[in-house]
């Protein structure tokens, strides 16, 4: 696996006549003031760390509909504070992350797992309030 940082589209991007649809993985070659656009709107999150192997393959395939984030439809896709903080490694807490849209950023193996956690648990509440609001 490579230590390049691969990001999956959220929204349809088309670059160099090829089309990427919501959950696609994006090319290793995106310019980077394309992805550092894409970031910023949340256009483009990390892709899972499972993904990286076959990202070229399924890449502009469109087999995905994108993450599922907080759908009211899917409640079981969103884990409590108490499930957060039973994770037991920072892969299986970023996959989570990814999962409802959270960037935990290209240097979230530096964090502590418990900051991870703690990240995600304020991700959820903040979503959660203004989702209230």
């Known amino acids: 696996m490579s230590g390049i940082m691969r990001y999956r589209t959220t929204v349809t991007y088309v670059t160099g006549g090829r089309e990427y649809r919501p959950g696609d993985i994006l090319p290793a070659d995106i310019s980077s003031s394309d992805l550092a656009f894409l970031k910023s709107k949340k256009f483009a999150v990390p892709a899972a760390l499972e993904d990286d192997e076959d990202a070229d393959e399924r890449s502009g395939q469109g087999d995905r509909d994108g993450f599922p984030g907080f759908d009211e439809q899917e409640p ?24 409802i849209g959270l960037d935990l950023g290209e240097d979230y193996d530096e964090k502590t797992l418990k900051e991870l956690q703690e990240e995600i648990v304020n991700f959820q509440e903040e979503q959660m309030d203004a989702e209230g609001d």
């Open 76 to 99: 079981e896709s969103i884990k409590s504070p108490a499930e957060i903080r039973k994770i037991r490694s920072k892969k299986d807490a970023f996959r989570y992350a990814v999962s």
